[in-house]
């Protein structure tokens, strides 16, 4: 029978990873979970982070909101202040699973599963978010594309945990947009997803940020394109030539539910919408 740890203090929970090395860490257990009941995983310990009131806070901290690690996908995208100052990201994790999921899940596991389809991923990756990372030595920042190192993978180090993600304010960003396609209208895991980021000027574009999900190995972010619509007014024709440019820089491969050809096209496509908003 596998054995729960529930630290209450960082303190705690620095010890019981002491004595369980490679103990894996429950958070909310969306996926996790999955793992252990298809018996991929069998664990003799599981550490679970429940307890740990600091990681579930978001906040304003200068110029940038430190959103906690265990804050659930349902709490941030109902979050004042994310939908002030980084709506783009309340827009992504609204998009997450089903209410049950939304409640459960939380940021950092999105995180740290690591899945090139996660939700969050290309909305952090436009807002330029840097993942904090404690242990008992301290803690360390990380920019997101540092952090992930491909499906799976990340840049956490042995007795390491993802405390929070620090996303400077984007408010000056008109243009906060994020879109994905699935197999289905809800409850979908993205075939291809974008998130972008525009700062308008007289209605012409001062800057752009343009991240994919699902169509690389990591969330990809897109300079070509941003720098085709820079200096720029969001018209069809302008974002046809950047959404040819998105298509070139994906990376999408085959796979059950779609094709890479299909993951291509969508990804340009996608872009096209921004002349409707």
């Known amino acids: 029978m596998t054995r729960v740890l529930l630290p209450a203090t960082l303190s705690e929970l620095w010890e019981a990873l002491a004595a369980c090395p490679g103990a894996p860490l429950l958070a909310g257990g969306t996926d996790l979970l999955v793992r ?39 709490m941030i995208a109902r979050h004042p202040l994310v939908l002030r100052h980084a709506p783009v990201l309340a827009r992504a994790v609204s998009e997450v699973g089903g209410p049950a999921i939304r409640n459960m899940g939380t940021l950092g596991g999105n995180l740290c599963t690591a899945s090139p389809a996660g939700d969050s991923l290309p909305a952090l990756a436009v807002l330029e978010a840097r993942v904090e990372l404690l242990s008992a030595g301290g803690t360390r920042l990380l920019p997101l594309s540092g952090f992930l190192l491909g499906p799976g993978r ?38 291809v997803s ?20 699902s169509a690389a190995p990591t969330v990809l972010r897109c300079p070509e394109a941003e720098e085709l619509l820079r200096g720029r007014r969001l018209t069809l024709s302008i974002l046809e030539r950047a959404a040819r440019a998105v298509r070139a820089a994906v ?22 919408r921004l002349a409707d908003l």
């Open 36 to 74: 252990l009941r298809a018996r991929r995983q069998r664990p003799e310990t599981l550490v679970g982070l429940e307890r740990l009131a600091e990681l579930r806070t978001i906040r304003r901290q200068g110029r940038s909101l430190r959103i906690g690690a265990l804050a659930s996908h349902a």
């Open 194 to 213: 974008l998130a972008v980021l525009a700062r308008l000027e007289k209605g012409v574009v001062a800057e752009a940020r343009l991240a994919v999900g």
């Open 251 to 272: 990376r999408p491969i085959d796979d059950a539910r779609a094709s890479a050809e299909y993951r291509r096209q969508v990804a340009g496509n996608l872009l096209l």
């Open 154 to 191: 990340t840049a956490l180090a042995p007795g390491e945990i993802v405390g929070a993600v620090r996303v400077p304010l984007a408010a000056d960003f008109q243009v906060q947009h994020f879109e994905k396609v699935g197999r289905r209208a809800a409850l979908a895991i993205a075939v």
